[in-house]
Structure formats: C-alpha cells, structure tokens
C-alpha cells in the first residue's frame, strides 16, 4: 500500500475542523490589526532562500527540498514565509504604496528534519509581516499579536523570551568577539562548526550539536557588544511591553537558525509539564535589512511565525478545544411567533455592530431554546416576548452565571460591549 511522505501527515475529520476554525480565528484576529492577507508560491527560486534565510544556516544547509524544474530551474520547497512575502512586496513595488504594510499568510512550509513530536517535514505557518517602521513599537506590536492569539485560545502555559541582535555595527563588533573567543577551542567544535567560524561564527551559538559544550556556555553575549543606538531600542522594546502587560524574559541565548534578524529577536514557548523538546510554539524578530538585501529598496520589516501543529499540541495538553472558542455572544428567541421579526432586526443590528449572533429559527419551547443556547455555548441570551417589543426593555441572562437583567432596546449595544469586554479582561 502506498503511504504518505515520512513527516507529513493528513488532515480530515476533526483536525480539518480544527485548522478550520484555527483559520477563522486568525481571519478575525488579523482584521482587528488592519493586516492583509497574502498567498505566495509554496515553491520559489532557491536563490530567494540562499539569498534570504541565509547560506549558511542550517534550513538552507540541510533542511531544504531543492529540485531541478523540467526547465532546469533550481526551485525550493518554502522552508518558512517571510522570504516569499519580501520577494511579493518588492516584486509587486508594495513598497510605494503607504506604509506600514501588515501582511499575514498561513499554509504549509517544508524542511527536511528529523520527524518526531512537534516536528514535521511539511507544518503549517500562521505569520505575520509588518513592513515600513523601524519604530521599536512595531516590535513590541508583534509580540502582542502573538500573545493576544494564545490569550485568545485560553492558552496559559506560555513564557515569553526577548533578545536584541543589534544593528550591523553591533553586530559586527560581536561577530569579531565570538572569532577571538572561538580560535582557540576551534579543535573542540564540530565539523559544521567549524565552516560556521569561517562564513558566520554567530551561527556556532545556533548549533545543535555543540550546544552543551561548556565552551558555549562561556562564550561572549550579544548584550555586551550593542552601541547606543541598538540599547535604546531595545530598551525601548521592553517598555512597550511592560504598558502592555507582557511577561517576558530576557534571554540572551537566542539568536534564531535564520541570518535576516536585526535588533529584537523572540520565541514563545510552551511551559507546560512534560511537553517535550518542540516547545517553541511562535518565533520572530526584526529584519531591517532583508528587503533590501533580496533586491528591493531599504524598508524594515519585523515580523512572527506560529506552528500550528505545536500550537495545536499545547491546546491539547492544557484540554482546550478551539472549537469551542467561537461562540455566539448572544443567542435571540422569541416567546412567540409574533415577535419573530424583533428577533430577526435585533439580531441584525447586533451584528453589524460586530457581535457573533445565533436566533432561533424554528419557534422551539423555551426549555429547547436555552438548552440550544447552551450547546452553542453562547454567552447571553436575550428573550423577546410582548412585553419586551412594548416597553422596548429587553431580558438579558448570562448564560454561565444566570444573572438576569433589564436592558433598554437603545442601550443593548453599550451593555453587551460593557460585559463581554469585561469577561474578555478575566
Ligand atoms: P522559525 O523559528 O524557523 O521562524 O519557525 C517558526 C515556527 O514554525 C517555530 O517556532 C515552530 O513553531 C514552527 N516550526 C518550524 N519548523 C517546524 C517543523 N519542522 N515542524 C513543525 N513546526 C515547525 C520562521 O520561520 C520565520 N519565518 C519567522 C518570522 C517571521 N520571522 C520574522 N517573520
């Protein structure tokens, strides 16, 4: 019998609902940030990614699906997004239209990895791009996405970890630090560490072989080499994130397995018992020259990269079941046939002022109606009888405490907005 490639696998069932509804959410999620959504080849021209990710990483290196088209192209796989959307907005001169420029993609990305938990030769990517500032609010901006979205999955085992790369200059004086520091134990590193010394030595601090190698341990920090310019930015990073209440750690062994990165750099990861070695969930950071670097005109970017597949195995161990996170925030009946129409341009109203709305469409008992309203875990539930349509007071029960109110028709917008606002904060 013929099987599927080693490290992919297939989507039907309740994992297709699951990517479905995952979709949604991000769909409602990106709208809120004004950002667009983008489709770029799943295959480009290897250049893209030599040039991009970097020749000397070890996604370029050893991770890629390169193949010779029948025209004698040398095409890649996409190992991550962020290459291809820099490609589209030069290409496509998005560059001259107004910026900032929020872009946001999902869909499959391969590399040619070890298959185990969490890990997969084709895996799906929700990112997001930001290009045009090089504001350090941007930055903090991204990582607040990434936190929203966990937040809004219910998601509570996650820690934040930031570093800062610096501009060139910074890095420049890093890279001469970690050649003086290496010299020496050069015998010691591995065979791939070795070429890394030669090409790109910030890239021994990436490799996996050497990591428990004491000589790691000691090796020179990135936050010891910034200029000014590259500290206040950083600086200033961490104070963007502090007004919007976001944990993070400072994590000064993150440098990230792709060379584009300036300034801040960041990976969430899942802190939730016995999750495994695959724990960074979303990952990201500032890349202030790679537009230009692939052939466009200088436009800083900075941008993050969830993995659905892991992000879908923390859900499932802290038992989160993301189809039940879309849920009507009102369900609407009527007590008789003759108020079907209140129904009908209430539940109108409310949705065009932006609340998911469920009715009942077939006059059930009231029994039937709230143990619907239930089903479809909605979080209010308004009641319309005779008495309602004429004194224009509305029945508004929360459906999880039962707390019942009285509601002016004209205020039903500014209630509903005060209390799932609140519930939103809890
Ligand atoms: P990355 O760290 O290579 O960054 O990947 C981002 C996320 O993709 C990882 O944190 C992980 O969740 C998921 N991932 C990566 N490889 C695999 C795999 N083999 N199997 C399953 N999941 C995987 C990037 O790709 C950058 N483009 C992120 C970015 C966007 N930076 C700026 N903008």
Not at 52 to 59: K, L, Q
Not at 194 to 219: F, G
Not at 241 to 264: C, E
Not at 357 to 382: L, P
């Amino acid at each position: 019998m013929l099987q599927k490639p080693k490290g992919t696998y297939d989507i039907y069932g309740d994992k297709a609902l699951t990517y479905l509804y995952f979709r949604k959410l991000v769909e409602a999620l990106m709208d809120k940030y004004n950002a667009k959504y983008f489709e770029t080849p799943i295959f480009e021209s290897s250049e893209l990614f030599h040039r991009g990710v970097g020749e000397t990483t070890d996604i370029v290196s050893k991770e890629t699906y390169d193949f010779k088209d029948r025209g004698d192209r040398n095409i890649t796989l996409r190992p991550e997004g962020t290459a291809g959307i820099v490609r589209c907005f030069i290409e496509n001169k998005l560059y001259a239209e107004n910026l900032p420029l929020k872009a946001w993609y999902l869909g499959p990305m391969f590399r040619y990895e070890r298959p185990q938990a969490g890990r997969y030769r084709e895996f799906y990517q929700f990112g997001f791009e930001a290009f045009g500032s090089f504001d350090a609010m941007m930055d903090a901006e991204v990582i607040g996405i990434v936190c929203n979205l966990f937040k809004i999955l219910g998601l509570k085992g996650v820690s934040v970890n930031i570093n800062t790369l610096g501009d060139k200059e910074s890095r420049e004086n890093y890279r001469k630090a970690l050649l003086d520091y290496f010299k020496p134990y050069l015998n010691d590193l591995c065979d791939d560490c070795r070429r890394r010394y030669e090409k790109n030595p910030l890239r021994i601090l990436d490799c996996k072989v050497d990591s428990s190698n004491e000589i790691m341990k000691n090796a020179p920090k990135m936050t010891d080499y910034l200029n000014e310019e590259s500290r206040i930015h950083f600086d200033k990073v961490k104070k963007y994130l502090d007004a919007m209440g976001i944990n993070y750690k400072v994590n000064p062994s993150i440098v990230r397995g792709l060379d584009y990165y300036t300034h801040t750099v960041f990976e969430v990861q899942a802190d939730i018992e016995g999750f495994g070695s695959q724990n960074t969930l979303a990952a990201g950071g500032r890349y202030d020259h790679l537009v230009e670097f692939v052939g466009g005109p200088s436009v800083p970017g900075v941008g993050f990269a969830v993995g659905l597949e892991r992000l879908f195995l923390a859900l499932d161990a802290e038992n989160i079941d993301i189809r039940e996170i879309i849920y009507p925030d009102v369900y609407i009946f009527s007590a008789e046939d003759e108020q079907k129409p209140y129904v009908l341009s209430l539940s109108n109203d409310l949705r065009l002022a932006g609340f998911n709305v469920e009715i009942d469409y077939n006059g059930k008992s009231f029994k039937s109606n709230f143990k619907q309203a239930d089903k479809v875990n909605a979080r209010y539930i308004i009641i319309i009888g005779e008495e309602e349509v004429e004194s224009k007071i509305l029945t508004v029960k929360n459906n999880e405490t039962k707390e019942e109110y009285k509601v002016k028709l004209d205020k039903i917008i500014e209630f509903l907005d005060e209390k799932l606002g609140e519930e939103h904060e809890d």
